[in-house]
């Protein structure tokens, strides 16, 4: 089975900078995207940052140009660079992983970061 773990949340200034790292575990070999979601109190959790192929990444509106997803070298650490903070991006951030079964995608997800950015 897979295991992902966040680590890297906390409470930061708004123009401030966090970095989130998810460390996985299990079979993450099989993995086709890994990617950050978040959700805010009363709202549904949304897509902020995906990398897919280790590569290609898809940013949410709201985030691009200041949030950068990475990965290490090996497929098992996804990184989240957050930087110029806002106050609507106080959210629990979740780690995020899409892996093939078959022919049916399924999701795997961490048990979340708070992320508090105060104004």
């Known amino acids: 089975q897979v295991q992902l773990v966040e680590s890297g949340g906390g409470l930061v200034q708004a123009g401030g900078s966090l970095r989130l790292s998810c460390a996985a575990s299990?079979?993450?070999?099989?993995?086709?995207?890994r990617g950050w979601y978040r959700q805010a109190p009363g709202k549904q959790r949304d897509l902020v940052a995906a990398i897919t192929g280790g590569r290609i990444t898809n940013y949410a509106d709201s985030v691009k140009g200041r949030f950068t997803v990475s990965r290490d070298n090996a497929e098992n650490t996804v990184n989240l660079q957050m930087n110029s903070l806002k106050a609507e991006d106080t959210a629990v951030y979740y780690c995020n992983a899409k892996i093939w079964a078959g022919v049916r995608l399924d999701d795997y997800w961490g048990q979340g970061t708070q992320v508090t950015v105060s104004s």
């Open positions: 299990g079979s993450i070999f099989r993995s086709v995207t």
